[in-house]
């Protein structure tokens, strides 16, 4: 799993992309070496779905991205429930303190601040949904300034609970 991990965050950072490859390679040796370890298949589901039903309604607003999203259900189908409970929360500690990070190294924080609570304001007074940073996109420069991989911290997370530091 840290292998497919590991070869996922280098994917995102060169091309800004996960290979579905790997995350289906993944998924086959994640219900096949749980399966063989004593997993039974019910369970492998339950982690697997509480996964994409997590994950699902943060990439239908633009808040993580499909391969995010793929990467804890692959991820799912080598845990259980607990552990998988445990990468996530970490891997949302550790983006969070990339993100500080990188609001403090770009300089921006007022400006996505202000942008976040246009954002929050507007889907209070539409009362609908919209894609978070869609709008930014279109200069693909300001997009990548404001965005982190977030298959990294998701990658550390993992390592940080197999190593047994959380």
């Not at 919209?130 to 390592?159: M, W």
Request: proline residues 2%.
């Amino acid at each position: 799993m840290l292998l497919l991990l590991l070869l996922s965050a280098f994917a995102d950072l060169k091309t800004d992309r996960i290979p579905n490859g790997f995350l289906l390679l993944g998924m086959i040796i994640g219900v096949s070496g749980s399966i063989l370890s004593g997993r039974n298949l019910s369970d492998i589901l339950a982690s697997v779905l509480l996964a994409f039903l997590l994950m699902y309604p943060l990439y239908m607003i633009g808040a993580l991205g499909a391969g995010d999203v793929k990467l804890f259900v692959m991820i799912g189908s080598f845990q259980a429930i607990g552990e998988f409970m445990a990468i996530l929360a970490g891997a949302f500690v550790i983006g969070a303190g990339f993100s500080v990070m990188k609001l403090a190294a770009e300089k921006n924080g007022r400006e996505r601040f202000r942008y976040f609570f246009s954002y929050l304001h507007e889907v209070w007074r539409t009362g609908h949904w919209r894609i978070y940073g869609e709008d930014l996109k279109q200069d693909y420069h300001t997009y990548c300034k404001n965005k982190i991989h977030f298959a990294v911290p998701i990658l550390f997370s993992a390592v940080c609970r197999i190593g047994g530091l959380f």
